[in-house]
């Protein structure tokens, strides 16, 4: 007889590998960022994460409901880790560093929080982290006196934005490789921004 519990572990190797209801969740976000890493988002499939968390193909959708529920839970994940990576910063130029490192270190996430097709636009939990990062990154920009960019401070938050992510974006697809060469990408973006930006 079938067992009723999907989220147990099809194998019996339940002391080498303890699962239980709550460590799911976790088990299938931690190999849906391998997967994207490695293929980009298209090459997810809830039935192959399934296969790589050892659980029935059904169990992904009880959490997930469907693809795009995944990736959605993905992308507010990140923009939670996002914002609270420009909480921290201490001005314009550190928040723009600190963007390029959450692209770095967070690759997969990166891929998927600025794809809008991929995502349920109306999830709860997307749009406050979203708005959170959003939130993170104004203060960075209300912080530098408006004249010291010639513009309103709304199109120098889109200006610090289109550099940062520019830069993030060119340096993960390797197409930097060549001018950032063995410098550290942080401190070329830095001074990148000190070119364009003066902050207090």
């Keep these: ?115 809008p097709g991929l995502l349920r636009a109306d999830d709860l939990e997307l749009t406050t982290a979203r708005a959170l990062a959003t939130d993170a990154l104004r203060t960075s920009v209300s912080a530098v006196h408006a004249e010291d960019f010639g513009i309103d401070s709304r199109l120098a938050g889109v200006a610090a934005w289109s550099l940062a992510h520019g830069f993030a974006t060119l340096l993960l697809s390797h197409n930097l490789d060549g001018p950032v060469g063995d410098r550290d990408p942080e401190e070329v973006f830095r001074t990148l921004a000190t070119t364009l930006f003066r902050t207090p």
């Design 1 to 115: 007889m079938a067992s009723a519990e999907t989220d147990k572990p099809t194998r019996p190797d339940k002391q080498d590998r303890p699962y239980h209801h709550g460590d799911l969740r976790h088990a299938i976000l931690t190999a849906a960022l391998d997967v994207i890493t490695a293929d980009g988002p298209a090459g997810l499939s809830l039935r192959d994460l399934a296969r790589r968390a050892g659980v029935s193909h059904a169990a992904p959708a009880h959490h997930f409901r469907d693809r795009t529920g995944l990736l959605t839970a993905i992308a507010a994940e990140g923009f939670a880790l996002l914002a609270a990576a420009l909480n921290d910063a201490s001005d314009l130029k550190d928040a723009g560093v600190r963007y390029v490192r959450f692209a770095r270190e967070h690759p997969a996430h990166f891929q998927v929080m600025f794809a």
